[in-house]
Nanobody, 122 residues
Framework: QVQLVESGGGLVQAGGSLRLSCATS????????MGWFRQAPGKGREFVAG????????YYAASVKGRFTISLDNARGTVYLQMDALKPEDTAVYYC???????????????WGQGAQVTVSS
């Protein structure tokens, strides 16, 4: 059973930074690629960032490129999302995901975390 546990959400002012963590196992990251999605109130879940756990190639949604950075600590089985220059429109519940990178980029995943709230005040 794959478990994904997010942490690091919270309230921050516009222009600030937060780092989300997703703890899983090294076994999971040995065969699954990883990603982050978000869901704002009244909207659908959208792709934010993804990383191939073999090549470490990263992928980003246009809305966050240049501001967010996804990274992987394979030994710890932990994926991070560093979020800088945050905007009020980044407010959402952020979900960690584990699947093939093509599925993640296309907007789906085999496994999901429970979600972490990120609120950006103006």
């Amino acid at each position: 059973q794959v478990q994904l546990v997010e942490s690091g959400g919270g309230l921050v002012q516009a222009g600030g930074s937060l780092r989300l963590s997703c703890a899983t196992s090294a076994r999971t990251t040995s065969y699954s690629d990883m990603g982050w999605f978000r869901q704002a109130p009244g909207k659908g879940r959208e792709f934010v960032a993804g990383i191939s756990t073999r090549s470490l190639v990263t992928y980003y949604a246009a809305s966050v490129k240049g501001r967010f950075t996804i990274s992987l600590d394979n030994a710890r089985g932990t994926v991070y999302l560093q979020m800088d220059a945050l905007k009020p429109e980044d407010t959402a519940v952020y979900y960690c995901a584990a699947s093939r990178i093509r599925a993640i980029i296309a907007g789906s995943s085999d496994y999901w975390g429970q979600g972490a709230q990120v609120t950006v005040s103006s």
